[in-house]
């Protein structure tokens, strides 16, 4: 029998030997040509030849035994799969220029993406456990959580009754994460005004300025609910401006994101934020927002009805 069968250890070094030094620049080139469906401009982006691009998308094929692209007529498209491998090919490369800038970490094994950005201000989000929500003083992301387990994700479900009003629903779409649905009791509402958050339904969630890699990675818990169809809980901190042409001021808040389902079956992902002094972000220099800010932890629903 192979010895690699046997052995961990062994299968583990003959992976790893498997993986090419230059597979960060194969992998560019993947996704660069996946973009452009044009070498010649895929090659000018990349400040590569089109020799070493060919190669690197040869060396991928050869080691995952499978095409990535068909040429037509000098024209590229993703073969299916191409098209399957292409998703967590970005992510690699995010993942990579995200760590090589330093604006991700883990804290007792948990993620911190942090980024300072270049039109001012920074940014900060730190993964909770799941339990943080029954230690802490402020019912509302524990009445959340207790919600969706007795619905069983069902957003229809009586058992979401009282969550509702504080909640902003999401749907995935080609585009990216549509908001649907925007309680008038949430923190979106209360942090910009009815008049101005009702403005956002249907819009697509925002890239953040600190570039596409970051905007990509922050946005990672939502496409990670949607896979496991489970629970999160993050601690965020940064700056946003209450309307426009007004200034951004100190927001801080923790975030529970649901995985759910509308009534047809269809994927809905719920986002209840309680905005609070309370965030707590290992070695970020928070500061603490105005008290006028912070939402009245009174008009939570302490207790479900049903």
């Known amino acids: 029998m192979n010895s690699i069968v046997n052995s961990p250890v062994s299968a583990m070094a003959a992976l790893e030997a498997q993986a090419p030094p230059l597979l960060y620049e194969m992998i560019r080139s993947f996704v660069t040509l996946a973009r452009k469906l044009n070498l010649s401009h895929a ?109 069983g994700g069902a957003l229809e479900s009586p058992y979401f009754e009282d969550i509702r009003p504080f909640s902003m629903v999401y749907r995935n779409s080609p585009n990216g994460w549509v908001c649907v649905e925007l309680g008038e009791k949430s923190s979106y509402v209360s942090w910009f005004g009815s008049a101005n958050a009702r403005s956002s339904i249907g819009r697509v969630l925002g890239d953040l300025p600190a570039g596409g890699d970051f905007a990509r990675f922050v946005i990672q818990p939502f496409h990670s609910i949607e896979r496991d169809r489970g629970v999160r809980v993050d601690h965020i901190a940064t700056q946003v401006a209450r309307a426009p042409g007004t200034p951004p001021e100190q927001i801080c808040y923790a975030r529970i994101l649901l995985g759910c389902s509308f009534p047809d079956g269809s994927f809905a992902l719920v986002a209840i934020v309680d905005r609070h002094n309370g965030i707590d972000i290992p070695g970020a220099p928070i500061a603490p927002m105005a008290e006028h800010l912070v939402m009245d932890a009174d008009e939570f629903p302490l207790n479900q009805k049903h």
């Open 43 to 151: 090659v000018s982006e990349m400040g590569s030849t089109r020799q070493t691009v060919r190669r690197h998308i040869s060396q991928l094929e050869e080691m995952m035994g499978a095409e990535l692209f068909a040429v037509e007529d000098r024209r590229y498209r993703l073969t299916e799969a191409g098209n399957e491998m292409l998703p967590e090919a970005e992510n690699i490369l995010a993942r990579c220029n995200v760590w090589v800038r330093g604006q991700v970490l883990h804290q007792n094994g948990m993620p911190q993406y942090k980024a300072i950005f270049p039109t001012g201000g920074d940014f900060y989000q730190q993964q909770k456990p799941v339990n943080i929500v029954w230690e802490s003083q402020r019912p509302l992301l524990a009445a959340a959580l207790k919600a969706w387990a007795m619905s």
